[in-house]
């Protein structure tokens, strides 16, 4: 995703990449029952519920068919989506016990264990995808791969061992470089081991992929530039996380007042990303153009300006010494 792309920004698009990871086969299913459910919900009442009534198509579908695997998949996922998390397990294992190294129940039974805060229990599933699928022939290219990498990545975060978790993440960036959730796990566990700074530039890579509707990792940089007593770059990490919780003003003023400062060039930037959410792409230019004044090297700044599809204006010419 470009750093200014804004359309997969929310958090509904943030809840769909995550699902991603469960198994592209399983959601391919899923979306489409979802799709159905969906419509019929624009045109009947709102009772019960889109889930309910996708829980409910599911069940249908493996009581027609209890040994169709793949409606048992659909309907782990479905109860793991309704907070169903032992009726979710139990469809999984159904499925492994046909199926034993079904990768599509191992990661569906992985993700729901970790949801319900059962870690250790999670550990086991998601390790024997890697353990089955690491040395294989496409395995630099394999997305559930990297899905059981980065839970395991993940549930290492919440265990608070940073260096098992850098090692599982970096396995999963291996494997798909963009994604910013793993960057911003990777960003949690150096802050684990006391590396704000690392952690700072890693939070800030994350962003370049999904910059706004998402404030966890402006929060964790502003903690990270306060640890570092750098309180101009904080203040413009809080009023970002601020701009990404609606406080869109606020956040407009306390940004402009950074401008002078040490923040200036990020401040720029933030203003810039503000003005081009309200799609006032004259204003964002304008801003990113301030920001590559400032800094001349600045790439987030020359990154915008072209995505934008404006041409960095050339920098001042120096005055020749007599």
């Given at each position: 995703?470009?750093?200014?792309?804004?359309?997969?920004?929310?958090?509904?698009?943030?809840?769909?990449?995550?699902?991603?990871?469960?198994?592209?086969?399983?959601?391919?299913?899923?979306?489409?029952?979802?799709?159905?459910?969906?419509?019929?919900?624009?045109?009947?009442?709102?009772?019960?519920?889109?889930?309910?009534?996708?829980?409910?198509?599911?069940?249908?579908?493996?009581?027609?068919?209890?040994?169709?695997?793949?409606?048992?998949?659909?309907?782990?996922?479905?109860?793991?989506q309704a907070a169903r998390y032992d009726d979710a397990?139990?469809?999984?294992?159904?499925?492994?016990?046909?199926?034993?190294?079904?990768?599509?129940?191992?990661?569906?039974?992985?993700?729901?264990?970790?949801?319900?805060?059962?870690?250790?229990?999670?550990?086991?599933?998601?390790?024997?995808?890697?353990?089955?699928?690491?040395?294989?022939?496409?395995?630099?290219?394999?997305?559930?791969?990297?899905?059981?990498?980065?839970?395991?990545?993940?549930?290492?975060?919440?265990?608070?061992?940073?260096?098992?978790?850098?090692?599982?993440?970096?396995?999963?960036?291996?494997?798909?470089?963009?994604?910013?959730?793993?960057?911003?796990?990777?960003?949690?566990?150096?802050?684990?081991?006391?590396?704000?700074?690392?952690?700072?530039?890693?939070?800030?890579?994350?962003?370049?992929?999904?910059?706004?509707?998402?404030?966890?990792?402006?929060?964790?940089?502003?903690?990270?530039?306060?640890?570092?007593?750098?309180?101009?770059?904080?203040?413009?990490?809080?009023?970002?996380?601020?701009?990404?919780?609606?406080?869109?003003?606020?956040?407009?003023?306390?940004?402009?007042?950074?401008?002078?400062?040490?923040?200036?060039?990020?401040?720029?930037?933030?203003?810039?990303?503000?003005?081009e959410t309200a799609n006032d792409t004259k204003a964002?230019?304008?801003?990113?153009?301030?920001?590559?004044?400032?800094?001349?090297?600045?790439?987030?700044?020359?990154?915008?300006?072209?995505?934008?599809?404006?041409?960095?204006?050339?920098?001042?010419?120096?005055?020749?010494?007599?």
């Amino acid at each position: 995703m470009s750093p200014h792309r804004l359309a997969a920004a929310d958090p509904s698009d943030r809840t769909v990449a995550l699902l991603l990871r469960i198994g592209a086969a399983v959601l391919a299913v899923g979306l489409v029952a979802f799709g159905v459910l969906y419509y019929k919900d624009q045109h009947v009442a709102a009772t019960p519920s889109i889930v309910e009534r996708q829980v409910a198509l599911t069940e249908a579908a493996v009581r027609k068919n209890p040994n169709d695997l793949q409606a048992r998949l659909q309907l782990g996922e479905v109860y793991g989506q309704a907070a169903r998390y032992d009726d979710a397990v139990k469809q999984f294992d159904q499925v492994l016990k046909a199926a034993p190294g079904s990768k599509d129940a191992l990661l569906g039974k992985g993700f729901v264990l970790m949801t319900q805060g059962q870690l250790d229990k999670a550990v086991a599933p998601l390790t024997q995808i890697v353990k089955a699928t690491r040395k294989g022939e496409f395995a630099g290219a394999d997305s559930q791969l990297a899905a059981a990498y980065y839970y395991l990545g993940s549930i290492a975060v919440k265990q608070k061992k940073p260096d098992v978790a850098l090692g599982q993440l970096s396995h999963a960036l291996k494997i798909e470089p963009t994604d910013s959730d793993a960057m911003y796990q990777v960003g949690l566990a150096q802050l684990q081991k006391g590396a704000n700074v690392a952690a700072i530039a890693t939070f800030r890579d994350a962003l370049r992929f999904v910059p706004t509707g998402w404030c966890e990792p402006y929060q964790q940089m502003q903690a990270a530039y306060t640890a570092l007593k750098k309180p101009a770059l904080a203040s413009y990490s809080s009023a970002m996380a601020g701009f990404c919780g609606g406080k869109v003003d606020e956040a407009k003023s306390q940004l402009t007042a950074l401008t002078a400062g040490p923040a200036a060039a990020d401040a720029m930037l933030g203003l810039g990303l503000i003005a081009e959410t309200a799609n006032d792409t004259k204003a964002a230019g304008t801003w990113y153009q301030k920001a590559l004044t400032k800094d001349p090297k600045n790439v987030a700044a020359i990154s915008a300006l072209a995505a934008l599809g404006v041409k960095p204006a050339a920098p001042p010419a120096t005055a020749k010494k007599k």
